[in-house]
């Protein structure tokens, strides 16, 4: 189907939309969108995150990248994310490409399409994502007119298995290459596709894959890696010296797993965790300075409306400034009611003072990995954490200070492991739980939440040659662990976690793959391999159908033990830390030896640059303005409320409820309204809402209430709303109420819809019978879907008026639906029960025009 991109957007909302599960994860249009014109670019990218929606956007990488290009005027950077299986599914009954969210673009009419690698089993989503796309698999049958395929980000250490599909890999940090590149094409755009792959190539941190080129032995052994000539040997990462900080992120509107403000505080880590692949490539350490970062996060507050920020890192307790930076920023968050989170921390490096700072606003999550039960075992993989009674001493302070529930994240079949360190990890969980009973509060239980993962060996670690362990040995040991724990910790071992040990196998294969697995990936996907991060979607067995049919033997990836002197699939990729430096730490492993951190130790030596700073902290002291912390004192009732009427149309009719809660309240932080929140653990801003509208429905009358701490003229409100509410959703009026007014939720009952069939030709006739005989009946039954199945409802019975008429655009029908006792067939259900035989029900366009209460005769608005 040949289309115009505004073609395009039209019959996306009109016949694709309406049919999937969330909608709102293809129209794009989130706070803080970048438009621009593209006849105005001279370079176009689109950023493709091989997952959904909702994942992708939590990036932080996929945010930095796409602000990043686009603060370049003649540079556009667009989106695009896996299309979820129903989404997939439309496009190809309507034989209709994959195009980006900001002007509906197909992927084939780019510059660049950049694929983000997260991890590897997103490989299948990679092909799929270029097939939708209209893009050749194969870099080697791409033609002049397609765009260059660029990979990149953390699982890009080892892209051999995908080296067919890549024209150009980015090593590193994208932020440092990803615009010299851009600038680097300009120049050759009139260049042939060859030529500008060797030219881009020659670029620091930039591998082009077509020109390397494995050579194996009779016996099938990679004998070695021959380049071409005029190519660097081996390719060198980049590490950025100051990683960027988005400055206007994207806030989407539905919700997200990361829904908050993300603030990396440092990038690198100095552990030496010997399994942590991340910990290893991305050294050097590189801290911000505390302060730069109270001055980002409170923008950042102004510019999404979040209300909690996140300070993330490899290692967020071991940042130099931790404390004095906690401190800082709890007293500009406290009085706006801003929560701090870490997304994990270590046992050892946490302190009391951190709790007992970050609980001030509401108690968020925390999450330890102890990654091994028995100390021994801690030593071999350098997880300094050998003091089991400092340990327990932290963990009890956790439950003495308020938290119900922490969760604790372990692995399974680290190298020289045995079934005793197994054991250990019920006998450690059982220390943490009677220290925290013995000093937390009294009558509450402390609970436990454990994770427990299978171990894969990843590329550029000490443990790169270890073989892993295979899945009977692994079921066998999470068997054991299951049987072995108290009843106060939350795990369990059944069919779910048993599939996640074959997507660990799988993971294992793929992670230290070569260019043999290319054809296995290729049929995995052909046979329908999607989305094999998410357990409803992971098919193990086609996986083993394409191993069988193309030859591959998966255990001499997984379960073999590599020499140290063998040649590796990514043996020609440098990605900063020594070959040399990995042996040595394998055989400290091997001797139970632990690597103290080099910024507290002194250096190691580990090679990974002639500038490494390392060894001292490189945030400088932070000036505190003394160490107390304000207490502010909150009031317990709102000072004013605000009722506001407003529409809900356009792309955020694909808003649901819940998520046009959250939007409404950011608007409303945006825009500095002073929000009244409740008393307690988890303050909640005082917004209510009259009854859900239907996902995809339009309104024209909606209602909500605003309560506040200090008075503002309810115009002034409406003003500085619509400042910061989205195309889509608009104020109209806003007036005072008495804080004794009954809720929304008490006084809407009802509402008027108008639904537009369209042209129904001789159909029309049809549907007027249809309606002649429902007001004439008393009751017309129907079927329901509610969350226990299907129940039966008298259609008629909440219906207080139904009117037919016609406009230049086909039939329409008013109807008048009133909630009561004991009535409760819901509008979309009527809509269904009018639309049978005749037309799909999502071809209805509904509009509640009016929402309020039934007084008899008619609709009176609150």
């Known amino acids: 189907m040949n289309f115009s991109t505004s073609d395009y957007a039209q019959f996306l909302r009109r016949e694709l939309l309406p049919r999937v599960q969330k ?33 992708g956007i939590s990036y932080p990488g996929y945010k930095i990248l796409y602000e990043l290009l686009n603060q370049q005027a003649d540079i556009y950077a667009e989106r695009v994310y896996s299309p979820w299986p129903d989404f997939e599914a439309l496009l190809r009954q309507n034989n209709l490409p994959l195009c980006s969210l900001e002007t509906g673009t197909p992927l084939r009419d780019f510059d660049f399409v950049g694929i983000t690698l997260q991890h590897e089993l997103s490989y299948s989503n990679i092909l799929n994502l270029l097939d939708l796309g209209r893009i050749p698999l194969r870099a080697a049958e791409r033609g002049a007119d397609d765009p260059l395929i660029l990979g990149g980000g953390p699982g890009a250490v080892n892209p051999e298995p995908l080296a067919e599909l890549f024209d150009l890999v980015v090593l590193g940090d994208g932020e440092d290459v990803l615009l010299e590149l851009i600038r680097r094409y300009e120049a050759l755009r009139q260049a042939p596709r060859a030529e500008k792959i060797k030219e881009l190539s020659q670029l620091p941190g930039v591998y082009a894959p077509g020109l390397y080129h494995p050579r194996y032995s009779a016996a099938g052994v990679l004998e070695a890696i021959d380049s071409e000539p005029g190519v660097a040997f081996p390719v060198r990462h980049r590490a950025a010296p100051a990683p960027a900080l988005p400055q206007r992120p994207l806030v989407p509107y539905l919700s997200v797993p990361h829904d908050r403000v993300t603030v990396e505080v440092f990038r690198g880590c100095t552990r030496g965790c010997r399994f942590c692949q991340a910990g290893m490539i991305t050294r050097p350490i590189r801290e911000r300075e505390a302060q730069d970062i109270v001055n980002h996060v409170l923008d950042q507050i102004t510019q999404t409306g979040y209300e909690e920020v996140s300070l993330i890192s490899l290692s967020t307790g071991d940042y130099s400034q931790i404390l004095p930076l906690v401190r800082t920023l709890m007293r500009a968050l406290l009085p706006q009611r801003v929560a701090l989170s870490f997304p994990s921390l270590r046992l050892d490096s946490f302190r009391s003072e951190l709790a007992e700072t970050v609980r001030r606003v509401r108690k968020t999550g925390l999450t330890f990995a102890p990654e091994a039960g028995s100390a021994r075992l ?133 992670a230290r793959g070569d ?40 255990d001499a990836y997984v379960l073999r033990a590599r020499g140290e002197d063998e040649v590796l699939p990514w043996s020609h ?35 990974v640059s002639e500038q490494c700073e390392c060894p ?12 107390e912390l304000p207490a502010p004192v909150f009031p317990e009732r709102e000072a004013v409320r605000i009722r506001l009427r407003y529409q809900k149309n356009d792309d955020l009719r694909f808003v649901g409820h819940l998520d046009l809660v959250n939007l409404f309240r950011r608007a409303a932080r945006r825009a500095k309204l002073p929000l009244h929140y409740s008393i307690g653990f988890h303050p909640q801003p ?87 005989a ?66 799909e029900p999502w071809r209805v366009a509904v509009t509640r025009t009016v929402s309020g209460r039934w007084q008899g005769e008619g609709i009176t608005i609150p």
């Not at 909608?23 to 959904?52: M, S």
């Not at 290729?522 to 030859?551: N, P, S």
Request: glycine content about 8%; hydrophobic content about 40%.
């Open 616 to 627: 001292r902290p490189l945030a400088q002291p932070m000036q505190e303005a003394g160490t």
């Open 23 to 55: 909608p709102a994860r293809y129209t794009g249009g989130e706070w803080n969108e970048i438009h621009k014109d593209p006849k105005t670019a001279a370079a176009r990218l689109v950023l493709a995150f091989p997952d959904v929606y909702e994942i």
């Open 573 to 607: 990729l440098d990605m900063g830390t020594p070959v040399a430096y990995l042996k040595q730490e394998r055989n400290l492993a091997q001797e139970e030896q632990m690597t103290k951190d080099c910024r507290t130790q002194g250096c190691h030596t580990c090679g």
């Open 686 to 772: 005082s917004l209510s809402f009259g009854p859900p509208l239907s996902l995809g429905y339009r309104a024209l009358g909606e209602w909500l209430d605003l309560g506040l701490d200090a008075w503002r003229e309810p115009r002034q409100v409406v003003q500085e709303l619509n400042q910061m509410l989205p195309a889509g959703i608009r104020v109209d009026v806003g007036r005072e109420v008495p804080l004794s007014t009954p809720s929304l939720t008490d006084r809407i009952n009802a509402g008027e819809y108008l639904l537009q069939f369209g042209e129904l030709g001789d159909k029309a006739g049809e549907l007027e019978k249809r309606v002649l």
């Open 515 to 554: 260019r043999r697995l290319w054809p296995v990936i290729h049929r995995a996907w052909e046979l329908g391999a999607r989305f094999d991060g998410w357990g409803e979607y992971f098919r193990f067995d086609l996986w083993q159908q394409a191993l069988i049919d193309c030859g591959v033997d998966a």
């Open 378 to 510: 801690r030593r071999v993989i350098n997880k300094c954490l050998e003091d089991e009674d400092v340990l327990a001493a932290n963990l009890a302070y956790v439950f003495e200070e308020g938290w119900d529930l922490v969760k604790l994240y372990f692995m399974i079949g680290l190298p020289t492991e045995t079934e005793a360190d197994v054991a250990e990890i019920g006998q450690l969980v059982r220390k943490l739980l009677a220290e925290s009973k013995k000093r937390g509060k009294p009558g509450r239980e402390p609970r436990v939440h454990l994770g427990v993962c299978q171990f894969v060996p990843k590329p550029h670690t000490p443990f790169q040659w270890e073989p892993q362990l295979s899945r009977e040995q692994a079921i066998a040991r999470m068997e054991q662990l299951a049987r072995n724990l108290p009843k106060a910790v939350e795990y369990r071992f059944g069919k779910k976690e048993r599939e996640d040990l074959n997507r660990s196998y799988l993971e294992g294969m793929l």
């Open 774 to 839: 429902f007001l004439a009946a008393t009751e017309v039954p129907g079927q329901q879907w509610s969350k226990n199945g299907p129940v039966k409802v008298n259609l008629r019975t909440p219906v207080m008026g139904l009117t037919l008429a016609s406009d230049a655009e086909g039939t329409l029908l008013k109807l008048v639906h009133v909630v009561q006792p004991g009535s409760n067939a819901k509008v979309s259900t009527l809509v269904e029960y009018f639309c049978s035989g005749l037309l």
